[in-house]
């Protein structure tokens, strides 16, 4: 019987807000399959709930990192050094726009509200990678997590499918450079999914149902589904897999027209 195990293993997951964030999804099977797995969440009003998720697991550690402020990146990554002394896998689960940049045309989005979704939901990927580099084991691997209107418009995404566009192109410059130290980087484009990042796209409600009409499978994936994609893809089983944006969309991205 083939099964993942990640006894011995230890991981690091940046952005998790609630049991439904996906970072949560990925973070709880990497625990399932016997990894040690530290979270980070952006500010200390989060502690509580996270605390909350993580107490049952025995082993699990969690840090405040706002991924824009260097000086949280440094603490955060001395901490897994700290306890870990080294890392395997790294989770990226991290995004955010101004409303107004969404609510509006994209025609009109500031230099500000660019700067800022560009540099919280790609360049992060940028700088974790850069902390992480000197403690990832050999064998090690990062995910993030992106979505498909970096690839076709999806109206109200506007400049967040522009920072999505930017993360995984990231990802293939990280994957390319960290590969020669046999770590692989990539990137789960998942398909809509209710989290309270979700909760500020407008009209994310009737986006949701719509997919799942139009999806192969007749449905959206779960976060379940995304987490144990994440979970392939940080292993060994997915040994051969860097650079790629892998979908769990229920099939979504591959339909081309719909006849009824
Ligand atoms: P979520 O709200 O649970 O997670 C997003 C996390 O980003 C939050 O924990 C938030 O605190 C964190 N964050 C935002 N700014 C930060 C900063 N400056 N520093 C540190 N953390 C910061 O929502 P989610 O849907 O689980 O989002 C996780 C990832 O999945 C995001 O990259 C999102 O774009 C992506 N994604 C979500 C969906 C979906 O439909 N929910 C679909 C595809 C991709």
Known sequence: MISIDLSGKTALVLGVTNARSLGWS????????????????????LKADLDKLTAPFEGTWSEQCDV???????????????????????????????????DGR?????????????????YSLVSVARH??????????????????????VPKYNVMGVAKAALEAS???????????????????AGPMRTVAARSIPGFGSMYDKAAGMSMLGRNA????????????????ASGITGE????DAGYNAMGMQLD
């Open 26 to 45: 990925i973070g709880e099977q990497l625990i399932r399959a016997g990894a040690r797995v530290a979270f980070s969440y952006q500010g200390e009003r």
């Open 68 to 102: 824009t402020v260097e000086a949280d990146l440094t603490r955060l990554f001395e901490r897994v050094r700290a306890e870990f002394g080294g890392v395997d896998y790294i989770v990226h689960s991290v995004a955010f726009a101004p409303r107004a940049a969404m």
């Open 245 to 248: 944006t892998t979908y769990v």
């Open 106 to 122: 994209f025609v009109d989005t500031t230099p500000e509200d660019w700067n800022t979704a560009l540099s919280v939901s790609a």
């Open 222 to 237: 779960t976060q379940e589904e995304v987490g144990k994609l994440g979970l392939f893809l940080l292993s060994d089983m």
């Open 132 to 153: 992480a580099e000197p403690l990832l084991r050999e064998g090690g691997s990062i995910v993030t997590l992106t979505y498909y209107a970096s690839q076709k418009v």
């Open 171 to 189: 990802t293939r410059y990280l994957a390319y450079e960290l590969g020669k130290k046999n770590v692989r980087v990539n990137a789960i484009s």
